[in-house]
């Protein structure tokens, strides 16, 4: 029998994750703060008023939220999930936090029996609509198998990369990948299109070798159409850079390119493109280099 999941979180990567689960067969209860929990319950989902009203239903609570305050709020507050689930059940944070956060929520929630694990994802909006995630998972081996199959209904990966906390300092690695390889690409383009070569070419050249990647497949195509509509906002990747820096100074990592690049964002930030996706790190040497890379 497949466990009962409560969602709780239904924003951009929460509302096509929790349809995905609803599509795999699970008996899915959510958090109804929003319009999208009224479109979740025309899907088939139940709906809960309070995290301690939801937490009371399911087998498995899922949460995929901004930042530690708010999942710290939902599951240890008031009406939170620790005041409604029973024992044994397993808390899944899928958000993306501060690994210490994480460990210390574990604490308290272990106190009151309830299993955990830290399971932050990478792939942005388009993978969490295609279920086709990457989810790097911290917690117990045997609370991880338990789980593997709703996690799996969400993503085409999901590696346990050892106990609570790990999740998300794989997520924190990835993280820094991720934004300078956007920073490295748009070094690259402006490069090109002030020394009169066309961005697309380039792209086409070296999209096979060394210096492809999923990032830049991902990004080159949009940064040239101007697409910068929000898979992964600035704003939400100054929150993991930040968590990134925090977690590098109380281990004692210099992170010196990480520290340019979330420079860069902040300068974004500035500029007013904070909702604007990540790839919008181009603007920033655009606008030194007074240049548009495009097609």
């Known amino acids: 029998m497949k466990m009962k999941v409560g969602f709780i979180g239904l924003g951009i990567m929460g509302k096509p994750m929790s349809k995905n689960l609803l599509k795999a067969g699970y008996e899915l209860v959510v958090l109804d703060t929003s319009k999208n929990g009224s479109e979740l319950a025309a899907a088939g989902a139940k709906t809960a008023s309070t995290a ?66 830290d399971a932050p994802v990478s792939g942005g909006e388009p993978k969490a609509i295609a279920g086709t995630l990457s989810v790097m998972v911290g917690g117990k081996k045997e609370v991880f198998d338990q789980c593997f199959d709703v996690l799996k209904a969400m993503a085409a990966s999901v590696i346990r990369t050892g106990d609570i906390g790990a999740g998300n300092v794989t997520k924190l690695a990835n993280q820094i990948v991720v934004a300078i390889n956007i920073a490295a690409m748009s070094e690259a383009f402006v490069l090109a299109s002030k020394a009169g070569v066309q961005p697309e070419l380039v792209y086409q050249a070296i999209r096979g070798g ?13 940064v040239m159409d101007r697409n910068f509509d929000p898979g992964f906002r600035i704003n939400l990747h100054i929150k993991d850079l930040s968590n990134v820096l925090e977690t590098s100074h109380e281990v004692g990592v210099p992170l010196p390119l990480t520290a340019a690049v979330m420079e860069m964002m902040q300068a974004l930030k500035v500029d007013g493109m904070g909702d604007c996706d990540h790839g919008s790190l181009i603007r920033y040497y655009e606008k030194m280099a007074k240049v548009e890379v495009n097609r």
């Open 52 to 117: 301690k009203a939801l937490a009371e239903q399911v087998d498995v609570i899922i949460t995929m939220l901004p930042n530690s305050p708010q999942v710290n709020e939902v599951v240890l507050g008031p009406n939170g999930v620790i005041e409604g689930a029973k024992s044994g059940t397993v808390v899944i944070d899928m958000s993306s936090i501060a690994p210490l956060t994480s460990q210390e929520i574990g604490r308290k929630l272990a106190e009151k029996g309830i299993e955990m694990l």
């Open 210 to 222: 060394l210096a492809g990647s999923t990032v830049l497949d991902a990004k080159a195509p949009l």
